[in-house]
């Protein structure tokens, strides 16, 4: 049995209420490590694990940072002065942003305010507007559409280029093309071209996935290889980055960019300013282009495929929802999460800070528990009947991480709403192939045939 077949079997075994809420899962250790590993699968124990910071740190987050990318830290990382700078930055730049645009104050966290995400899904309208508007030529010649590669990886770029404000870089790495040109020897159809701005969003993933695989999928230790890689696909998207730091009239006027160039004056004392505002543009960048693109994508697949219609829901009943605009920003949310929840899987890793007992069970220092969102978000003790869709603003969502605390996720408010202006826009102008089945490249969506529709 594979470790990942033998996981998803543990994580089933732990959903059992009488099942403790750790267990120890040896396969995942590394024999030159003394580090060992435990899992959390039931929905209880996996909001506990990841809102309990004094017990389980974001520690290894930082150094596998560190290991690839010296000085560069994520907010998902331990709390320490830098990260509080950090976040003082992104919230004095998102007060910009409201000033900006004379946003009324609203009793909810900025990030989240209905003026915020109004803004937001204009722009998400537009860029999707625009994509469609060249995608639905195509049903004269009846070529089909990559909905992943074409349209969620591609608005998500333009996105984090419009709102964040950093484009990809203007010449593309040597290894990013020859790792496009391996993608276009093994895959099948149409090739990626490093052209235009579909050839940038290829780009800036290509220059992002290594480094998310080393951070977010490494238990333990990460191979070299992966390392050695990292840095060089990761290193020229921080020299965008920086560029784009020193010209700031290049930026979109409105973009988080800009305001934090703007807001610089009231770090006088932070001597390492922009450091850590390019750790910040980095952490958004990546969420953006490569989170919300692929949960685009597999809520697609999912919808499009046998199983969306088991769980209840197809691709043109998702459609119609999302573009109901009497139905409540709550409820679109709610019909978000419960797609995330039942298409998107993920797994986040913490490290045991002090010897303890928690929750009845034996961990030492330096131990990691994964917690199985998978299982999690189809815990039937947190989600009656969890494999129909059910959507429902009172259900304990967990799939954007931390329900509470000091690491719940800042871009929510602005995937779910782009993830929504995405899907209506869709209507009548792109729809899923006959049978469309997803194809996965190196981990990420690659390709999910669909059609454009006759005007
Ligand atoms: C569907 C899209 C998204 C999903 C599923 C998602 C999920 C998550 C999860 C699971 C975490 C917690 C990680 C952990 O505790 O280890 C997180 C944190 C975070 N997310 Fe998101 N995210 C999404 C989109 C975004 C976007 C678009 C942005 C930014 C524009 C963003 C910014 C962040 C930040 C900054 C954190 C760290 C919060 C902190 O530790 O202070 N996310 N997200």
Redo the contacts with the bound molecule.
């Keep these: 049995m594979s470790v990942e077949t033998e996981l998803a079997a543990l994580g089933q075994r732990l959903l059992d209420p009488a099942a403790p809420p750790l267990e120890r899962f040896a396969a995942m250790e590394d024999d030159d490590s003394d580090v060992r590993v435990f899992v959390a699968a039931r929905h209880d124990a996996v909001s506990g694990v990841?809102c309990e910071e004094p017990v389980f740190s974001?520690r290894h987050y930082d150094e596998l940072l560190e290991q690839v990318l010296p000085g560069t830290r994520?907010?998902?990382g331990e709390d320490d002065a830098a990260r509080q700078v950090r976040?003082h930055q992104l919230h004095a730049a998102q007060n910009w942003l409201d000033a900006q645009r004379n946003a009324p104050a609203a009793g909810e966290p900025p990030n989240m305010a209905i003026g915020f995400r109004d803004w937001i899904g204009a722009m998400a309208r537009e860029e999707a507007d625009a994509i469609l508007d060249v995608l639905q030529r195509r049903a004269s010649t009846g070529e089909p559409v990559n909905f992943a590669r074409e349209y969620a990886f591609l608005i998500a770029y333009r996105m984090a280029r419009r709102f964040i404000g950093v484009p990809a870089p203007e010449t593309v790495p040597g290894l990013v093309r020859m790792i496009v040109m391996w993608r276009n020897t093994l895959r099948p159809g149409q090739s990626l071209r490093l052209k235009d701005e579909l050839g940038d969003s290829v780009a800036m993933l290509v220059m992002l996935q290594p480094l998310f695989g080393h951070v977010f999928g490494t238990v333990v230790n990460s191979p070299s290889a992966l390392q050695a890689l990292t840095r060089r696909t990761a290193t020229p998207a921080l020299e965008a980055i920086d560029q784009a730091l020193a010209a700031p009239q290049s930026a979109p006027e409105h973009s988080l960019l800009s305001a934090l160039v703007a807001v610089r004056p009231q770090f006088a004392g932070v001597a390492d300013y922009d450091l850590q505002a390019r750790s910040v543009l980095f952490?958004?960048i990546g969420?953006?282009v490569l989170?919300?693109g692929k949960?685009l994508s597999e809520i697609a697949a999912f919808t499009s495929s046998p199983a969306g219609v088991a769980a209840g829901i197809t691709w043109d009943d998702l459609v119609a929802r999302m573009a109901d605009r009497r139905v409540t920003l709550k409820d679109h949310d709610a019909t978000v999460n419960e797609m995330?929840r039942l298409a998107?899987s993920?797994r986040?890793t913490r490290t045991v800070r002090n010897d303890c007992q928690w929750r009845g069970v034996d961990l030492k220092a330096g131990d990691r528990v994964v917690v199985l969102m998978d299982p999690a978000s189809r815990d039937p003790a947190a989600f009656a009947e969890p494999g129909r869709f059910k959507p429902d603003p009172a259900r304990p969502y967990i799939?954007?991480?931390?329900l509470q605390g000091?690491?719940?996720?800042?871009?929510?408010g602005?995937?779910w709403t782009i993830?929504r202006e995405a899907i209506a826009a869709t209507q009548g102008r792109i729809a899923p192939a006959q049978d469309t089945t997803i194809a996965v490249f190196a981990g990420l969506p690659d390709d999910l045939p669909f059609v454009a529709c006759r005007p």
């Design positions: 990841l974001l994520y907010l998902v976040l952490e958004l969420a953006l989170i919300v949960s995330l998107v993920s986040l799939t954007s991480g931390p000091p690491h719940v996720c800042y871009g929510r602005i995937a993830m």
